[in-house]
């Protein structure tokens, strides 16, 4: 199995279309530095004018608001909407891509079982993945804490600020990466299932981004009656939830507790319906791909 | 010499396609076995249920003595494919995809191994290219270095010269025959062009629309002595007339567009000749054709152009 899987990211890493969303990336994430580097003031005062009519704001606040935390936060909210298309590149490949290439025909005469194949391709998508959000944690939160320094960290919300002390931040972001990686995992495991469907690999594509772009406009949508009926269901409703890792508790008094989630139960599900739908999608592409006859 | 493929009564339909209807054959150990038909006839579809990339819709498939289904594992471990075109990964290099396709075979073999598989098929000196650099003929040659890279005992060819120049077909032609002499492999090669079975194969099977033909060792179906002579004159309807009238008769089998076709050995094609000239036939051209391609299309295409010899 660990043999297999090592040809499958092998086969991967030696693709040059693999390295675009790497690129994509570095990109993104160099050109939202660059421009918070030398006008991040501006930034942050279009930030607080929302809230500017209750609070007041100090320059020196200001001043230490833009720190690497913050950076890193906005990489991410803006990313991460992106990010599906760009594991759907390589998720949607993985089983049209072979049938489309005619390997697919000659892997399977091979002595390997089709589950464990598909296993297999599964679980280099899933590396492939998180190899996409380590490259984006070095890039975005490593890179910005280098090039900005580090502070507390303000997170706004439409019901005011978040306020978390410097110490209390690292590991918030290990909690979003880590959730944003099973987020991802489940468009990985939709463009799979996608995947098994087709001959080439532009069909699942497009098609996972269609879903998601359909199902997150759902998602966000205010129509009370999709409110308790569908959105708690779809998975883009959940794929937004590592932002619950920085919304912190408060005491009576008004100061955030360290170390605490304002809603942990909350994120908890989210993470649950988002592993329902990862087991859902791929055990489906499993059992479609194990009673196909491979025609191409 | 036991059987080692059995298939049983295989029907394979596509919903109201027929594509594969109450097949049964075997091929025996060592042999090389030419399974024919053309385009359609349902040759890719019975191979590709040899390798469980098709599911019989019923029938049973037996290889090495065991069930298809139950052993699958066990089987494909010893056989090596090439179905229709030898798709690789152009991006890697023939080393890469011969390494991959040995690893997925659960073999473990050494780099000069792998090297010596490429010297096979004469591909040594271009083991490091990228196969997107490769001619049809070398992508060929390297399909079937992986189909042989773990020693298969069974090797099926579908329509393995499919694309090829001369040189090429005949390249593959003598790593077949190779195979067969020197490794003591057993082959199944599919083929719509019966020329290129009858050199290489010692049994048959010509299907069509899914169902067999006939079946048999390749001499007991053809005398290879016999031919069809297509005779081209000034006026072929004279000719035809005055043939029939003659001591050849029993030869001439019918007029047909621009010529007349006779049946007989080769020997007597003088004695023809002769007779031609006593009869002051103006003959234009005289063309010996082989009798089996006209049996395979006469039984492909249902239109008898020549008697078939009988089994």
Redesign the interface.
């Known amino acids: 199995m660990w ?2 899987l090592k ?1 499958e990211l ?2 991967i890493f ?3 279309r693999t390295y675009i969303a790497f690129g994509a990336i570095a990109a993104i994430v160099f050109l939202i530095q660059v421009a918070l580097k030398f006008d991040g003031k501006s930034y942050v005062d279009l930030l607080m004018s929302n809230l500017s009519g209750s609070f007041e704001f100090s320059d020196e606040f200001k001043d230490k608001l833009l720190n690497g935390y913050l950076i890193c936060f906005v990489i991410l909210n803006t990313l991460l909407i992106q990010m599906p298309l760009l594991v759907a590149l390589i998720a949607g490949d993985s089983i049209a891509g072979e049938a489309n ?3 697919l ?9 089709r589950t464990q194949y598909m296993l297999v391709k599964f679980a280099a998508s899933v590396v492939y993945t998180l190899a996409l959000l380590i490259w984006m944690a070095a890039l975005a939160l490593f890179g910005s804490m280098l090039i900005f320094g580090t502070n507390d960290m303000v997170v706004l919300r439409s019901e005011g600020i978040e306020q978390m002390k410097d110490f209390d931040v690292l590991w918030r972001y290990m909690a979003a990466f880590g959730y944003a990686a099973v987020a991802l995992t489940t468009v990985s495991a939709l463009a799979f299932l996608l995947s098994v469907f087709a001959e080439n690999s532009i069909g699942p594509i497009i098609a996972t981004m269609s879903i998601v772009i359909v199902l997150t406009i759902l998602s966000e949508m205010n129509i009370p009656i999709y409110d308790k009926t569908i959105k708690p269901y779809l998975f883009t409703s959940h794929m937004v939830a590592w932002k619950g890792f920085f919304y912190v508790k408060a005491d009576a008094e008004g100061t955030t507790i360290n170390g605490s989630i304002e809603n942990l139960p909350a994120v908890l599900r989210s993470l649950g319906i988002l592993m329902a739908y990862i087991v859902l999608f791929f055990s489906t592409s499993v059992w479609v791909f194990r ?1 196909k ?3 191409t | 010499m036991g059987s080692i493929i059995r298939v049983d009564r295989l029907t394979k339909h ?1 919903r109201d396609i027929k594509a594969v209807e109450d097949l049964s054959f075997s091929v025996e150990e060592g042999q090389v076995y030419g399974f024919l038909g053309q385009n359609g006839a349902g040759k890719s579809t019975t191979i ?1 249920m040899l ?5 019989p819709t019923s029938g049973s498939i037996d290889i090495f003595g065991m069930n298809l289904q139950r052993h ?3 089987i ?2 010893q ?1 090596g ?5 030898p ?6 290099t023939a080393l ?1 995809n011969l390494r ?2 040995a ?4 073999i473990k073999i050494s780099e000069k191994k792998l090297m010596d598989q490429l010297a096979m098929v004469g591909l040594e000196q271009r083991a490091n290219s990228k196969v997107k650099t490769y001619s049809q003929g070398m992508k060929q040659r390297l399909g079937i270095a ?1 189909a042989l890279v773990h020693d298969p005992k069974l090797i099926i060819l579908d329509e393995p010269t499919n694309g090829l120049d001369p040189q090429g077909i005949a390249d593959i032609r003598n790593l077949i025959l190779m195979l067969s002499s020197e490794r003591n492999k057993t082959l199944l090669i599919s083929s719509h062009l019966l020329s290129e079975i009858e050199l290489i194969a010692d049994s048959m099977l010509i299907i069509d629309k899914g169902k067999k033909l006939v079946e048999g060792r390749v001499n007991d179906l053809f005398d290879p002595a016999e031919t069809v002579v297509e005779l081209k004159t000034t006026n072929d309807e004279a000719t035809f007339e005055k043939l029939s009238g003659s001591g050849f008769q029993e030869f001439v089998q019918e007029r047909r567009n621009d010529c007349v076709l006779l049946k007989l050995h080769r020997n007597r094609i003088p004695e023809v000749l002769k007779e031609l000239v006593r009869m002051e036939v103006n003959v234009i051209s005289l063309h010996s054709k082989h009798s089996l391609e006209d049996y395979f299309l006469s039984l492909t295409t249902g239109q008898p152009h020549v008697e078939a010899p009988k089994n």
């Open positions: 043999k297999l040809i092998f086969k030696k693709r040059p290439m005619g390997t025909r000659l892997s399977l005469t091979k002595p390997v079982s009673k006859d491979i025609l | 596509f590709r390798l469980t990339l098709i599911q699958r594992k066990e494909l471990r056989v494919a090439i179905i229709e075109r798709d690789l990964y152009k991006y890697l890469e991959i396709f690893t997925m075979s659960g992986t």
